[in-house]
């Protein structure tokens, strides 16, 4: 069962998201809160603001109101492991909380493109080479779904190693998730 928090404004956007994870199996709603600093420990805390880090008890799933943005990378360092926009559905909301109960982050991909200084270090072709290394294939595989050759495949892992300054494969994967870089 996962335990989930929920933090806003009392309103009937928290009341929506009370009743979505209510209806979600699986979950578990311990409380609604007015604020981030009132929630107690959780296996996720669906929230309507930004969260600091001071206070965070639990992995964030943000949902933002209106035409309100969020700098994706400025989120993940606070905790912020999900964003989704006010009329996401139910079942995007239960992904989401799921997902990052699970240690991942969930995002949609419009939130990642075109945001200045998000992957920017690394070329489109990376980063689909990357997202490939993160479902754990070898070049030979990554060559043949994208119709390359195994020798230009090894040249864009070499080039995502040495811009993101990672050691091996795993780090550089685990660098492209904490960056929201590959999503799930």
């Known amino acids: 069962m ?24 699986g979950l578990e709603l311990i409380g609604t809160f007015e604020s981030i600093e009132e929630t107690p420990p959780a296996d996720v805390l669906l929230t309507l603001e930004t969260p600091d880090l001071e206070g965070l008890r639990a992995p964030v799933v943000l949902i933002l109101a209106g035409a309100e943005t969020v700098d994706i990378r400025l989120a993940l360092r606070n905790g912020v492991r999900s964003v989704l926009p006010v009329n996401a559905t139910s079942l995007e909301i239960g992904a989401a909380i799921r997902a990052v109960a699970a240690g991942l982050t969930a995002f949609r991909p419009a939130d990642l493109e075109g945001r200045p200084g998000e992957a920017s270090q690394l070329s489109p072709r990376e980063l689909e080479v990357l997202g490939m290394l993160a479902d754990g294939l070898a070049n030979k595989e990554i060559a043949w779904r994208l119709g390359i050759s195994e020798h230009t495949v090894k040249f864009h892992v070499t080039s995502i190693l040495t811009r993101l300054n990672a050691a091996s494969r795993a780090e550089a994967v685990a660098i492209g998730m904490r960056n929201g870089w590959i999503t799930i």
Do not use: F, K, S
């Not at 335990?3 to 009743?19: D, K, Q, S, Y």
């Open 2 to 25: 996962i335990r989930v928090a929920i933090a806003g404004p009392p309103g009937m956007l928290r009341a929506g998201l009370e009743a979505v994870v209510r209806e979600q199996p």
